[in-house]
């Protein structure tokens, strides 16, 4: 069973193997490349930037659950550090809770949790990166990303998307991962990812993303419209942002206990 | 003249809530129901519902105003509630103060909470009043800490920030009380004590208490600096003869508390550790047996995240009696001997299912030296983005009667809460 799949991939890779030095001819980038690169479009626009996201947790059943926060974000180096910062509209009972992260590219995040009906900052353990994010269908990697060195990447074929050229990149993790395989869509234009599914053990498709809705925004193409679903479960995570923002010259200070404890509200509304 | 307070609530409710939709007012709160019922028929003298330790129903409104570009703004969170054990309906102010604020410093005057250091549900320079009766009851976490009549000023710069307290009124923590707690007393035979609350800082100015606290981030530590200087929170004893007395008072004794915190990433997990100096005041020979002896009280904790959100928190905590041989040579035989190193063991597992709506919990404090226990374990269900719904136990158990946790054998209990957030 085991070697017979490996036999599989193998005879894949080498199936494969024309088409990719096709298409690096044709664009001078390697697959690893056009993920990097679409990498840095989605997570590191701007040199910071700010953004009211809502989130509609949807499960089977049709019963909705929301999240609306603001998040900041500013970057120390391009593909490298980075600073969140997010604080809770919505729902009622977590309204004020304020939460922060220094992001680091090659070890755990830091991460600390205001909790304001006690007065509490409290510094928590950096989650599993594939655990979900404020009980949504994305995981903590889904919204603040994934090296691509993890991965082995190939680009299987070129093709358009809602009328987009796009990259179709097969993604096969180096180590343990939430996945097995990650096929994505990424916009040939823009580098911008616009569909990406997401296969388990049994390599059967389990998490499905869509970018819906693309804007320029000061000049950098944003997906302003997302959604996250769940195959197997039927629950899904629409998310829309509005009010964004780049290069705010947000500055340091901002991430930190002070501004945890007493939310920036210049930042925040 | 409850009514009235109720009519004017709603009033102020039906003025406030159209407002609400403007970004600088916001008015939120709850309704809840918690009830607390002894598992076993023993109950303590003076109870007076049977096993229900706790049956209330309570509202909570909680309002916050900071205008747009303004340097000021102001918070109020009020409870309002009936309590079926006392039949009685009553106001809880819960907290409510004015800010200022600028670049360089912050003002916070009024009623506010307060939660320092770094260990989980053990406090070292925490020294701001609690309400244990609550905790062990089974009410709300938030119900724990009891906010301060305060004034607060942060201080903030790239080297150093700081916070720093006055408060002039002694505010004590609110221990398990009689009626609704078994406890241990070394002096059952004398129920009526006096109780000296300290005077307000207004009446007597070496009264007011400080605390004060430093902190930055430094190499991924989080590092903190404390000192305090006012009075213990729980009573120590005054008696005409510890060993057979005829009159007891209790009072509050004077405390101070130096000491530090760090927190930082490592193995994996966060490392937390916390130190406090506990200067007894008022019995720097650790000779009266009705005060207790200066202390260095210590934590070393360590939490975990595990895949599908499962978290594992460990904790250390001790706290070691510096005059020990004077505390043995003066103990009455009717108190408690403790040790002379008292220790806690705690554990906290934490898992999330059904994308985070369903949470299972549980807590135990263990002591080694006085073989006892708490452990609490929980379950917690979000029906609705504003419908929660909470079910748990406080479990105590214990060798002997006199222990922390081993007085309140008798009280283990199941509690209830269902919270609607609006």
């Known amino acids: 069973m085991r070697i017979s799949k490996i036999l599989f991939f193998l005879s894949l890779s080498v199936a494969l193997n024309p088409i990719v030095t096709l298409a690096v001819a044709e664009n001078n980038l390697t697959a690893k490349e056009i993920i990097a690169k679409s990498r840095l479009a989605f997570y590191y626009a701007g040199d910071d930037g700010r953004a009211k996201i809502s989130m509609e947790l949807i499960n089977k059943a049709g019963q909705k659950r929301i999240r609306e926060l603001t998040m900041l974000r500013k970057d120390y180096e391009e593909g490298g550090e980075q600073k969140y910062f997010t604080y809770f509209h919505k729902p009622s009972d977590v309204k ?8 680091y590219p090659d070890r755990d ?6 909790i304001p009906s006690i007065n509490l900052v409290k510094r928590i353990a950096a989650n599993d990166k594939y655990a979900s ?3 949504s269908d994305f995981t903590y990697e889904d919204v603040s990303g994934r090296k691509p060195d993890e991965d082995n990447h190939t680009l299987l074929k070129e093709e358009k998307l809602s009328g987009k050229d796009c990259f179709v990149i097969e993604s096969i993790p180096k180590g343990s991962s939430e996945y097995t395989k990650r096929i994505s869509w990424i916009d040939e234009a823009n580098f911008l990812p616009l569909k990406e599914e997401f296969y388990d053990k049994q390599n059967e498709l389990y998490r499905q993303f869509e970018a819906q809705e693309t804007k320029d925004i000061n000049g950098i193409l944003t997906v302003t419209k997302r959604v996250m679903k769940n195959i197997k479960t039927g629950h899904r995570t629409e998310v829309v942002f509005q009010d964004i923002e780049y290069n705010l010259g947000i500055e340091d200070s901002i991430f930190s206990e002070r501004y945890l404890r007493r939310p920036p509200l210049e930042w925040i509304r | 003249m409850d009514k009235i307070k109720i009519l004017l609530l709603i009033i102020a409710s039906l003025i406030f809530i159209p407002m609400a939709n403007a970004s600088e ?6 309704l809840q129901t918690n009830y607390s019922v002894r598992v076993n028929d023993d109950n303590p003298q003076g109870a007076k519902q049977g096993n229900l330790i706790l049956g209330e ?3 909570q409104l909680k309002a916050s105003f900071y205008p747009q570009k ?4 102001a918070f109020v969170k009020s409870d309002f509630y009936h309590d079926w054990v006392e039949e009685d309906w009553a106001f809880d102010f819960r907290e409510g103060y004015l800010d200022l604020m600028d670049d360089k410093f912050g003002l916070r005057v009024g009623r506010q909470i307060y939660t320092w250091g770094v260990g989980d549900l053990l406090f070292i320079n925490d020294t701001f009043p609690k309400d244990w009766e609550a905790f062990f009851e089974g009410r709300p976490l938030e119900y724990l800490k009891i906010g301060a009549d305060s004034l607060k000023l ?4 790239d080297k150093v920030c700081a916070e720093a307290v006055v408060m002039p009124f ?5 221990l398990p009380s009689v009626g609704r707690f078994h406890f241990f007393d070394p002096y059952p035979n004398i129920p009526n004590r006096e109780l000296e609350k300290p005077d307000s800082a207004f009446e007597k100015f070496g009264n007011m208490e400080y605390a004060l606290r430093l902190y930055r981030y430094i190499g991924d530590f989080d590092v903190s600096a404390y000192a305090y200087k006012g009075f213990f929170r729980s009573p120590g004893m005054k008696a005409d003869n510890f060993n057979s007395p005829s009159v007891i008072s209790l009072f509050y004794p004077e405390l101070a508390v130096y000491g530090l915190s760090a927190q930082r990433s490592a193995l994996g997990g966060v490392v937390s550790t916390e130190y406090g100096y506990y200067d007894s005041l008022d019995d720097k020979s650790g000779n009266d047996p009705g005060i207790n002896n200066s202390q260095s009280r210590f934590l070393i904790g360590y939490q975990k995240a595990f895949p599908d959100d499962f978290t594992v928190g460990i904790q250390y905590y001790g706290e070691l009696m510096h005059q020990y041989s004077q505390y043995e040579d003066n103990l009455p035989s009717a108190s408690a001997k403790r040790k002379e190193l008292h220790q806690y063991i705690t554990l906290r597992l934490t898992k999330l299912f059904k994308y985070q709506t369903v949470k299972l919990s549980l807590f135990t404090f263990y002591s080694p030296d006085e073989e006892d226990f708490l452990i609490i374990p929980e379950a917690s269900y979000n029906f609705t983005d504003n419908l929660l719904g909470i079910i748990g136990m406080n479990i105590f158990a214990g060798a002997e009667d006199d222990t922390t946790f081993g007085q309140h054998k008798k009280d283990s209990n199941i509690y209830v809460t269902v919270r609607y957030s609006f």
Do not use: C, N, Q
């Not at chain 1, 995040?109 to 205001?114: A, G, I, K």
């Not at chain 2, 007012?25 to 709850?30: Q, R, V």
């Open chain 1, 96 to 103: 004020d809770t304020t939460f922060m992260v220094y992001k």
């Open chain 1, 109 to 114: 995040d830091d991460r600390w949790l205001f």
């Open chain 1, 133 to 135: 994010f404020v009980g």
């Open chain 2, 25 to 30: 007012l916001s008015l939120h709160g709850f």
């Open chain 2, 57 to 59: 129903e309570r509202a």
């Open chain 2, 70 to 73: 303004s340097k000021i703004g």
């Open chain 2, 154 to 157: 942060d201080i903030y710069s």
């Open chain 2, 170 to 174: 002694f505010e004590p923590d609110d």
